[in-house]
């Protein structure tokens, strides 16, 4: 979400851009565009009469930080499950050339160039990576590839769902889900599916929010939604 506001904000800079070169263009007096590093993490590509920015940002940093903490490196990440196709879960993919890359099926299109998927997934589909042991879910809705994955007893949402401050599953986001009616119900049926389990999750982890403890917050956010 965070890096759509981003593109947005980069987007609105290229239309000042333009029209500031357009401007300049009629006064005759613009000084030329100068291509390359403009200061670290931003550079300049000319486009005719205006110039575009690439703008790093911290995608795979603060991943590559925390390996190294751990005296691990980029080639040590063995695989990488996508939660869904969206840019902001898939532009670190491409920091771990040595990473199998899984995804749902579904959402393989949205992933695009991102990042190769090497292994595609179905609901239901338990994938093996040394001694981990990976289950994926299926909850269409924000994508219609998204997934939950369980994992070392945690369950991983992506954008899927999220927690609010009072403690409480919140739904994917409205503005940037595909279809937030069956985002809903893709949630209600996950909580009916593992409440047999429950004592196999501890943990509901989210991508852009706080976890919450156990699975209780996702049975009660199924118990409330019409
Ligand atoms: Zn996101
Ligand atoms: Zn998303």
């Known amino acids: 979400m965070k890096r759509v506001m981003k593109v947005l904000g980069l987007l609105l800079a290229l ?13 005759g007096s613009n000084s030329p565009i100068p291509e390359g590093l403009l200061v670290p993490g931003v550079e300049t ?7 575009a920015f690439i703008l790093d940002d911290k995608s795979g940093k603060a991943i590559l930080a925390a390996l ?8 040590s990440v063995a695989a990488i499950f996508l939660t869904h196709g969206h840019p902001d ?4 993919c491409r920091v771990f ?40 879910f299926a909850v269409p809705g924000h994508t219609p590839g998204s997934a939950v994955y369980l994992a070392h007893r945690v369950l991983f949402f992506g954008d899927s769902a999220g927690a609010s401050k009072s403690g409480e599953v919140m739904k994917a986001v409205h503005l ?3 279809d937030p009616a069956q985002n809903v119900a893709s949630l209600k049926a996950l909580a009916a599916r593992l409440q047999p389990r429950a004592a196999e999750v501890v943990e509901l982890a989210f991508a852009h929010t706080g976890p919450l403890a156990g699975l209780g917050p996702l049975a009660t956010f199924a118990s409330h939604s019409p």
């Open 68 to 75: 190294q903490r751990r005296g691990l490196t980029a080639a």
């Open 176 to 178: 940037f889900s595909k």
């Open 97 to 136: 050339p040595a990473a199998d890359v899984y995804a749902m099926e579904a959402d393989v299109p949205l992933v695009g160039d991102a990042a190769k998927v090497t292994h595609r997934l179905k609901d239901g589909d338990v994938s093996t990576v040394g001694d981990l042991r990976v289950e994926a």
């Open 45 to 51: 590509v000319k486009d005719g009469f205006v110039s």
């Open 89 to 92: 879960h898939t532009a670190g």
């Open 15 to 27: 239309l000042v851009v333009a029209a500031g070169g357009v401007w300049y263009s009629a006064f």
